[in-house]
């Protein structure tokens, strides 16, 4: 007798298991199912793709100026670049099937909550764009005490949040959203700014000044950083005349050897002025190819 009960408990408890396995699980009630970063209130009204956003303002790019955008127009892009690797500070890179941009954030660990291929909408009413030595950013203006002027700068995150939506695959607004196809460009120095800058970029066949034992980015003093910076010049291949690999004393891929000929990697394509700055992302971009 005292077995067939056992025996009954036992089956009632496997249905009772069986049962709590097959539940169809709501979300809690109170419980929210949208991303906790950004304005999930947003929602697109005229849309621009980044080469016409920058077409329409760039003699103020051009000029290294900046501009209030006042229009209702949206951005839908791909986060392509952060703070991870600590090699752009406090700024992400967005693009879409025509351009890439930099977004200027006051704020770090943006990469924690903007990962690269996140989908991002963003209300351009209220931002600014310009140019920091001819390169597209969207951002603010603010003060520059040193040169006693306004320029395009970093806006506060409370300020960015308000103007960002994250968009997760598998919603409605990702359907809406659509498939944005982004191309990892053959670097070409010819292109211009608008072309090629705030986008990833393949250098291939290229070496890179200090080749040997050195590190890429020191900072012990032993190569004298420019802004924190080490700029590392790179040659032959599809460098073009005047490009340099910079990366900052704090990135976390700072310590790795600079490789010995010609090699490939990857990064994000910036301009100062005339020349072109290739920044690395995290280490897995200088995973060096010969």
């Given at each position: 007798?005292?077995?067939?009960s056992f025996i009954i408990a036992l089956l009632a408890g496997a249905f009772a298991l069986t049962a709590c396995q097959d539940r169809d699980w709501e979300t809690p009630e109170g419980i929210s199912t949208q991303?906790?970063?950004g304005n999930n209130e947003l929602v697109a009204g005229t849309t621009i793709t980044i080469a016409e956003l920058q077409a329409k303002y760039a003699n103020t790019i051009k000029s290294n100026e900046y501009k209030?955008?006042?229009e209702d127009?949206?951005?839908?892009?791909?986060?392509?670049?952060?703070?991870?690797?600590?090699?752009?500070?406090k700024q992400i890179t967005v693009q879409d099937e025509t351009g890439g941009i930099i977004i200027g954030?006051?704020?770090s660990d943006q990469g924690a909550r903007m990962l690269v291929n996140q989908k991002l909408l963003i209300r351009l009413q209220?931002?600014?764009?310009?140019g920091y030595g001819e390169q597209a950013q969207l951002g603010i203006k603010y003060w520059?005490?040193?040169y006693s002027e306004y320029q395009i700068g970093r806006m506060e995150v409370p300020f960015w949040e308000k103007h960002v939506r994250l968009i997760m695959d598998g919603s409605p607004e990702a359907a809406a959203f659509g498939n944005i196809k982004v191309d990892t460009l053959d670097f070409d120095a010819s292109k211009t700014m608008a072309e090629q800058g705030g986008r990833v970029v393949r250098l291939t066949g290229v070496t890179i000044s200090g080749e040997g034992t050195q590190i890429i980015a020191p900072d012990d003093g032993s190569v004298p950083p420019i802004g924190g910076c080490i700029n590392r010049t790179v040659s032959g291949g599809n460098a073009g005349s005047n490009c340099i690999l910079r990366s900052s004393t704090y990135a976390t891929f700072k310590g790795i050897a600079i490789p010995t000929g010609p090699v490939e990697f990857y990064g994000i394509a910036t301009k100062y002025r005339d020349s072109w700055q290739i920044l690395a992302r995290t280490q897995s971009d200088l995973t060096w190819v010969k």
């Open positions: 007798m005292k077995t067939q991303p906790p970063y209030e955008i006042t127009l949206w951005l839908r892009c791909v986060v392509t670049g952060n703070d991870i690797g600590d090699n752009l500070y954030i006051n704020g209220d931002l600014f764009i310009g520059n005490r040193k």
